[in-house]
């Protein structure tokens, strides 16, 4: 049993690679697949691509069944035990170190966190320091859970006294702090520590394999399992996939922009992970956009020679695919001489730039320069609507479109797309709106906050708790659906409250106190 990293440009080209493999059935006609993805839009896209390929014939009769999604964290969460309820998730976790933090503020020690805190400081200044108290902790148990993700060994050292940084050196002057505050923290959790429990069942699974282990309540681990389309993983995540690989075939098929660049960092990476600032590996491309950009992929093949891995580019794998889908189609885009830049790592010199032809009407390649949100949004409309008149083959389905913050421009999608009404003339029916409001989108991977009115409803209740209660505040919140629903308050009823906050003239508070 191995495990095999399949790499190539092209996520297409990963997901027939992966469409060939699910072709050759299990040795249990009733076993699952399990294919973990990074996130919900890559299993949606994946799914839609798999049911192309396995199917009775060529064309699009498949259907994607019998296939288990998940993510690496909740994979790795099963094989630990604690898919449920893992007292070392961050947001169970903050609760731990919040009472630690409290337990600790006066103590030498802790002097950053008590003077951030506003440990004995009185006033307005020292109300709001206080203030922070759940959100350093939420931010705390974040880089605790990082760091057992990243790091076990420190925190090994960490719980024995310790206080190095992992990698044979010791912790910043500035955060000397923290590995105190973790040994205070295990006090509060009445649970394995988390370097323990990885060290534990990584040598579990070496010991007495895990093909048909069970995960969870209904899922059994089949002989073989994949990872599409990732471009960071966790080191405790790669040691347990390594585990695995010892008794099963683990496929990782990961989206790589440069072979030349994988082979040219191929010595470098051979050494392991090292710390972020002593990473010289980007000196060794020459191509600047993946001196620039590609950190996640150097610092993930620097992970992965940990494992000991199969690399087979997915091109040579599949009888020349990758080089029959980048044949020359008669026309050179601008995208497609980055792209081949890009693969060969090559940066072109002034006189072959020079020398190279772009037609006129190439659009492959478009910077728009927008003033704000709802102006990119307008104009990604057009583009989107204009491209999909151009060309008639181009599907909805096709189009994937990113941004910085998905809640943020949540909103302007649901008014710009789809998402909105569509108004029609009476007469003819004819859409008297952008035509772009005819387009089905989905928003993915957004907070569950942002989704779910109850949710935000407590979120906002916990920021009010620990703020000044202003009336703007408090009003905003009796104005929200739930709260309105729950005591039948209507527009009349908001406004009679309104005008008795005005007239006693409230500014903020709980109570007179």
Request: glycine share 10%.
């Amino acid at each position: 049993m191995t495990l095999f990293v399949h790499r190539a440009a092209s996520t297409d080209l990963l997901a027939d690679g992966l469409a060939e493999l699910l072709a050759t059935p299990l040795e249990d006609p009733f076993a699952e697949e399990v294919v973990a993805v990074p996130a919900k839009g890559v299993e949606r896209w994946l799914a839609q691509r798999l049911s192309h390929r396995l199917g009775a014939g060529s064309g699009h009769d498949g259907v994607c069944a019998g296939v288990r999604f998940l993510n690496p964290h909740s994979l790795v969460a099963l094989v630990l035990g604690v898919e449920r309820d893992d007292p070392w998730h961050p947001e169970h976790l903050a609760w731990p170190v919040l009472r630690a933090v409290d337990a600790s503020l006066g103590e030498a020690w802790a002097r950053t966190l008590s003077v951030h805190l506003g440990y004995g400081e009185s006033g307005t200044e020292g109300e709001l320091r206080r203030g922070r108290r759940y959100a350093v902790a939420r931010r705390l148990a974040g880089l605790f859970a990082d760091y057992a993700a990243q790091r076990p060994g420190m925190l090994s050292d960490w719980r024995g006294g310790g206080a190095g940084d992992g990698l044979g050196g010791a912790v910043a002057d500035d955060l000397a702090w923290q590995p105190e505050l973790w040994r205070r923290v295990l006090e509060q959790v009445d649970a394995e520590p988390p370097d323990v429990r990885q060290a534990r069942v990584v040598t579990a699974l070496r010991e007495r394999g895990a093909e048909g282990m069970r995960l969870g309540r209904d899922l059994v681990l089949p002989g073989r399992l994949s990872l599409f389309g990732h471009t960071r993983i966790a080191r405790s995540e790669v040691e347990v996939l390594a585990a695995l690989g010892e008794h099963l075939d683990v496929h990782l098929w990961l989206p790589q922009a440069s072979p030349a660049a994988w082979d040219a960092l191929a010595g470098a990476a051979a050494a392991g992970p090292v710390p972020r600032a002593d990473d010289t590996s980007a000196a060794l491309v020459r191509h600047p956009l993946l001196a620039s950009l590609g950190r996640d992929a150097r610092e993930l093949q620097r992970t992965l020679a940990l494992t000991g891995g199969l690399d087979r580019p997915v091109g040579e794998l599949h009888d020349g695919r990758a080089a029959a889908a980048r044949a020359d189609t008669g026309r050179t885009t601008l995208l497609q001489l980055l792209q081949a830049d890009l693969a060969a790592d090559h940066v072109p010199d002034a006189a072959e730039r020079g020398a190279r032809s772009v037609p006129a009407e190439d659009r492959s390649i478009q910077v728009h320069a927008c003033h704000g949100r709802a102006r990119q949004v307008e104009v990604l409309r057009d583009v989107l609507a204009g491209l999909l008149e151009q060309d008639p083959t181009l599907e909805p389905r096709d189009i994937l479109v990113m941004c910085p913050d998905i809640d943020a421009y949540a909103p302007l999608v649901h008014a710009g797309f789809g998402l909105g009404e569509v108004v029609r003339d009476d007469t003819s029916g004819a859409p008297l709106t952008h035509p772009a409001h005819g387009l089905r989108v989905r928003l993915a991977d957004r907070a569950p906050r942002h989704t779910n009115p109850l949710l935000a409803l407590a979120d906002r209740l916990v920021e009010l708790a620990g703020g000044r209660l202003t009336a703007s505040e408090v009003l905003d919140l009796a104005r929200s659906a739930p709260v309105r629903q729950r005591f039948g308050l209507d527009e009349d009823a908001l406004e009679r409250v309104g005008d008795w906050v005005e007239a006693v003239v409230v500014r903020w508070g709980l109570d007179a106190e």
